[in-house]
């Protein structure tokens, strides 16, 4: 009885080990680089896209077996270009963004993913002969949008991406315009997430 008695204990023992060692979750940093089709959306309409990019930093944090939080520290050029008199004014909006994923794994390999993005303007520069820091003043510094989009990740690590990040505050900081423009960026981003033999995401974990 006493034998039967610890087998019993040793096989919920077990068990709940087992259980535990799958659910144990891993922080991942990495890289991430990308192009942009940025542009704007808004009071003025006569504006073209430019072709960008974008660089930087990724965290993956985990809170539950599938759902995560991915941080970025991002470099992000943007900007516009408009016809000006029959010359191409190319617009460089270029800015350091702090996007907050929440991303859910749909399988092992693919994520959805949706989160606000904090951004501040580094530098703003025209094709024109606008001087630097008057034309740098005409932009607010601050930008506030929203990021939907997904992901595929590899078992190495190597992970494929697409968003777009949709403008929710006014870009402009000139008083005497009553305009409002707001910024549209598409990304597509390749991107490594490193991790070692003992954080690897397990293939076998039932869905």
Request: glycine residues 8%.
């Amino acid at each position: 009885m006493r034998t039967i008695f610890f087998g019993v204990v040793l096989l919920i023992t077990n068990f709940f080990y087992a259980q535990e060692e799958e659910e144990v979750l891993y922080t991942r940093a990495g890289f991430k680089i990308g192009a942009n089709y940025a542009s704007i959306n808004g009071d003025i309409n006569d504006v073209d896209p430019r072709f960008r990019m974008h660089l930087g930093a990724v965290i993956e944090f985990p809170v539950l077996s599938r759902f995560y939080i991915q941080t970025e520290v991002l470099y992000s050029a943007q900007g516009y270009t408009f016809d000006d008199e029959g010359v191409e004014n190319k617009i460089s909006l270029n800015y350091l963004a702090l996007p907050v994923m929440a991303k859910f794994y749909i399988t092992n390999q693919i994520s959805l993913e949706t989160g606000p993005q904090l951004a501040t303007l580094a530098n703003a520069t025209t094709s024109a002969d606008d001087p630097t820091d008057e034309f740098y003043n005409s932009f607010e510094s601050f930008d506030f949008g929203w990021g939907f989009g997904g992901s595929y990740m590899l078992e190495s690590g190597l992970f494929f991406q697409a968003r777009y990040v949709l403008g929710l505050t006014n870009i402009n900081a000139i008083d005497t315009i009553d305009i409002t423009n707001k910024h549209g960026v598409g990304q597509l981003s390749v991107g490594y997430l490193f991790k070692t033999k003992n954080n690897r995401r397990q293939d076998d974990q039932p869905f």
